[in-house]
Antibody, heavy 122, light 109 residues
Framework: QVQLVESGGGVVQPERSLRLSCVASGFTFSTYPMHWVRQAPGKGLEWLAVISYDGINKYYADSVKGRFTISRDNSKNTLYLQMNSLRAEDTSLYYC???????????????WGQGTLVTVSS | EIVLTQSPATLSLSPGERATLSCRASQSVSSYLAWYQQKPGQAPRLLIYDASNRATGIPARFSGSGSGTDFTLTISSLEPEDFAVYYCQLRTNWPRGVTFGPGTKVDIK
């Protein structure tokens, strides 16, 4: 069965960096676009970024453009989110999610991990 | 920038009742609209994709409809496990990205 397991969250000071990972299993990782989505405590969902199946195309929400970088290593079935210059408002549960379809991103998310919590605080 | 508005913010209903959730876009959009269900402490679950297609394993009591700017998620007869928060979500092409609505909470009356 499809599994997505995020890791790398924790407590980090403002302006510091953190890298999140998402290990995928149960499907052919290298053929699916992947997303990062976050959810602040008690709030709604906020999409952050998508990466194409081959890692070439990447798109970001304005709120994180220039600070966050999405990447993937298809040989390791792993998705990453490099987060720099973190702010208090980045405090959230971070989910990775698999797109609905292979190759061309539908930007509709079929499978989700359970999330990893990032807390930005001094 | 396209904004999604969901109404009502909270819907209080009893099991067995029909739930009608609305998602409105600030401008006419494609049908790349999805609906998700999220229960406390859980990740979202895809219910509907492309406005009206049920995702694999989703019960037939969930249905989606709409086009242009107005979309609807209907739960024909609420089961106890359906009380949750529901989000609509849209793919945008210019700029390329994804937008979520603010959510509708369906709670027990």
């Amino acid at each position: 069965q499809v599994q997505l397991v995020e890791s790398g969250g924790g407590v980090v000071q403002p302006e510091r960096s953190l890298r999140l990972s998402c290990v995928a299993s149960g499907f052919t990782f290298s053929t699916y676009p992947m997303h990062w989505v976050r959810q602040a405590p008690g709030k709604g969902l906020e999409w952050l970024a998508v990466i194409s199946y081959d890692g070439i195309n990447k798109y970001y929400a304005d709120s994180v453009k220039g600070r966050f970088t999405i990447s993937r290593d298809n040989s390791k079935n792993t998705l990453y989110l490099q987060m720099n210059s973190l702010r208090a408002e980045d405090t959230s549960l971070y989910y990775c999610a698999r797109d609905l379809t292979e190759y061309s991103a539908y930007d509709q998310m079929k499978y989700w991990g359970q999330g990893t919590l990032v807390t930005v605080s001094s | 920038e396209i904004v999604l508005t969901q109404s009502p913010a909270t819907l209080s209903l009893s099991p067995g009742e029909r739930a009608t959730l609305s998602c409105r876009a600030s401008q006419s959009v494609s049908s790349y609209l999805a609906w998700y269900q999220q229960k406390p402490g859980q990740a979202p679950r895809l219910l509907i994709y492309d406005a009206s297609n049920r995702a694999t394993g989703i019960p037939a009591r969930f249905s989606g409809s709409g086009s242009g700017t107005d979309f609807t998620l209907t739960i024909s007869s609420l089961e106890p496990e359906d009380f949750a928060v529901y989000y609509c979500q849209l793919r945008t092409n210019w700029p390329r990205g994804v937008t979520f609505g603010p959510g509708t909470k369906v709670d027990i009356k």
